[in-house]
């Protein structure tokens, strides 16, 4: 069994905003793959699918963005899902917009979600998808920019991304994380 996990912040201020990115991501591998209804539960939105022969849950903390880790943990500890099996997708500003990059393992790099899951769970050896949202313009706080949404020139080549990462995610359960970062991962430049 597999757990995906979407980070975003719960509430209608925070949808479609960069910083829930992961959460639109994941939401739209639900809508493809799940056939029963979400359930509240780990603090949290689950739901259950199948993909191929694969039994994978997909979760959306509500315990907003800094302390994901809380309800991640609690999901692991429940269905047993060992770290190698857990798939964190968040935001990165440090990426180009639309840009994934997929990693085995690694520091969180400043994603306080990413930060969170991982001293709750106890290892940086987690797979994740960023996402690349892009970085704020000079006279922005981070922060701000993060919570603030795409703008309307953006939208279509979000949106496309957003196809693009539900569709690894598949591959991610199909496959494995090698897989990703060899089809996925934009060339180094340089």
């Not at 739901?47 to 880790?69: C, K, Q, W, Y």
């Not at 429940?78 to 857990?86: F, G, H, V």
Request: net charge negative; glycine share 8%.
């Amino acid at each position: 069994m597999k757990l995906v996990v979407g980070l975003g912040n719960p509430g209608r201020q925070y949808e479609q905003t960069r910083h829930n990115i992961g959460w639109d991501i994941v939401t739209e591998v639900v809508r493809k793959h799940c056939t029963s209804r979400t359930r509240i539960q780990f603090e949290g939105e689950l739901a259950d699918l199948l993909i191929d022969e694969h039994r994978v849950l997909v979760l959306l903390p509500h315990t907003f963005m800094n302390a994901s880790g809380r309800s991640v943990r609690k999901a692991c500890d429940y269905y047993d899902i060992s770290p190698s099996d857990l798939l964190v997708v968040c935001d990165d500003f440090q990426l180009p917009l639309s840009q994934l990059r997929w990693r085995a393992a690694g520091s969180s790099g400043g994603q306080k979600g990413l930060e969170d899951i991982i001293r709750h769970i106890g290892t940086e050896a987690i797979p994740r998808l960023r996402f690349g949202i892009g970085s704020p313009p000079p006279e922005w706080e981070a922060a701000d920019y993060v919570l603030g949404r795409f703008l309307t020139e953006e939208k279509d080549e979000v949106h496309q991304a957003v196809q693009v990462a539900a569709g690894a995610i598949v591959d991610w359960v199909r496959y494995d994380i090698d897989y990703c970062m060899n089809h996925y991962n934009a060339p180094s430049s340089g």
